[in-house]
């Protein structure tokens, strides 16, 4: 009995601290599903209470009597949202009082990414047109229609080049595969006055860059698609966006760094990072070493049954706390936005090493009030070029510093199942972190958990 009221007031307290916390700041009436969902973890660990392990969910022993359904749940870098309209799957993202998404803002970054293109063209407007026929063409890496993040950029790129149309109220962001002649409907032409002179600008050609197995954001697909473009209108090339580096990297190392053509990416790997030096024209910063640690800081402050915003957007005591220009919290969508930045030229050489922890978040939590825990990892696509050389090392960097124990299991980019399979028992873990394959397929996941 007396340990079923310690149970409980443990899980009155963990419902009032995710109460008082969820708002990154904002106070929020406590809401009744708040309310349930900590009751509902109480209720379950209470079935268990006569053998003494039922205060585990907050306190840190042996998780095996916590129900998987209740376990502190992240999504990360794909959003649980349908892949057609991009409108959020709410039920993923609620699943529990402990479910949150990790990523970054898609459109400030998108925004940056665009101006950045823009402004390098007005910049180097002497020498970017490279056939002198007043029209400056670009071709554009998609990574992966469906995923909200590859369509915000591509929108950011038309957007600032004044090539995209409208569609269902925003940017169209088909592919429009080749357009050399301006014809394509899912884009139009642009213009950009520089020095009393008005050029036309023209994405020549864009392709969604997935192979045949199915893996989207494919660097090698890229790599070849530059290839066939070149050999057909290569003179016209005057400008590269892609989506992420992995592709741009892939377009410049077989074409574009010979050719003198700057290529711009997304993510700053470190060795997009490096090409900079070499011609690689910019690439963006999604704050990855924010994001990874908000991944499995989240996770922590749950098992902890602390204040979620320990250590986030509060100090906690080792001195770890973020600033507000490096991330957002929207409690509605219960997700947690890293903020880009723009790395050019200009200020490269701070950004080289991209699986560098960020100092103000890089103390060691106490092992005696922070428990060593189990988590349950996945990257979706074990050779997708920013999880595996950016975010994954970092990760593994500041697990240790969390007291987390992660397994990481990597995909093939191409099935759910060839993850899902990997999670053949969820009650040996305190917790997870999902990268789906699809945004659409939360499900897949939850109904493992909800088993
Ligand atoms: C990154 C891409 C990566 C994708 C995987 C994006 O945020 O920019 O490089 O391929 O995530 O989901």
């Avoid at 301006?182 to 009393?196: K, L, R």
Wanted: aromatic share 8%; hydrophobic share 35%; glycine share 10%.
């Amino acid at each position: 009995m007396k340990r079923k009221l310690v149970s409980m007031t443990l899980a009155v307290m963990m419902g009032l601290s995710l109460t008082a916390c969820g708002s990154g700041g904002e106070d929020k009436p406590a809401t009744d599903g708040a309310n349930t969902a900590a009751d509902d973890a109480n209720s379950g660990a209470d079935d268990a209470a006569d053998d003494g392990a039922a205060d585990d969910a907050s306190t840190g022993g042996d998780s095996a009597e916590v129900a998987n359904k209740d376990k502190p749940l992240v999504w990360f870098n794909r959003q649980p949202s349908n892949s057609s309209t991009g409108e959020l799957d709410m039920a993923a993202l609620s699943f529990n009082d402990n479910t949150y998404y990790v990523g970054f803002d898609a459109n400030q970054g998108a925004e940056l990414q665009g101006t950045m293109v823009k402004e390098y063209i007005e910049t180097n407007i002497d020498k970017i047109d490279r056939n002198g026929d007043g029209v400056i063409g670009y071709v554009l890496a998609i990574g992966d229609i469906g995923h909200n993040d590859s369509i915000a950029r591509t929108r950011g790129i038309r957007k600032a080049l004044g090539t995209g149309v409208e569609k269902d109220g925003d940017i169209n962001s088909d592919p429009v595969g080749t357009n050399t002649d301006g014809s394509a409907s899912a884009v139009q032409d642009g213009s950009i006055e520089i020095g009393g002179k008005t050029y036309v600008v023209r994405e020549l050609a864009s392709q969604e860059m997935k192979n045949s197995a199915g893996a989207t954001w494919d660097a090698a697909t890229a790599g070849n698609a530059i290839g066939t473009w070149s050999s057909s209108f290569g003179d016209e090339i005057d400008v590269i966006a892609s989506n992420n580096d992995g592709m741009g990297m892939s377009m410049f190392n077989a074409w574009s760094k010979d050719n003198e053509v700057p290529t711009f990416g997304y993510d700053a790997n470190s060795d997009a990072v490096a090409a900079i030096a070499e011609g690689y024209g910019g690439t963006i910063s999604q704050h990855a070493d924010v994001q990874a640690y908000l991944t499995l800081r989240v996770l922590r402050n749950a098992l902890d049954g602390v204040d979620i915003d320990a250590g986030i957007g509060t100090a906690d005591e080792a001195g770890n706390v973020l600033s507000d220009d490096v991330f957002v919290y929207n409690e509605e969508q219960r997700s947690y936005y890293a903020l880009n930045v723009a790395v050019t030229s200009e200020n490269y050489q701070d950004f080289t090493d991209s699986t560098k922890i960020y100092e103000p978040v890089s103390k060691q939590l106490d092992a005696t009030k922070s428990p060593s825990k189990k988590v349950w990892l996945n990257i979706y696509n074990a050779s997708d070029n920013f999880l595996s050389s950016t975010y994954q090392p970092l990760l593994q960097n500041y697990d240790d510093i969390l007291n987390l124990e992660v397994d990481y299991i990597g995909g093939d980019g191409q099935t759910e199942s060839n993850i899902t399979n990997r999670l053949g028992n969820p009650g040996q873990y305190d917790a997870f972190a999902i990268n789906m394959v699809k945004t659409d397929n939360a499900a897949s996941y939850t109904a493992l958990l909800n088993q």
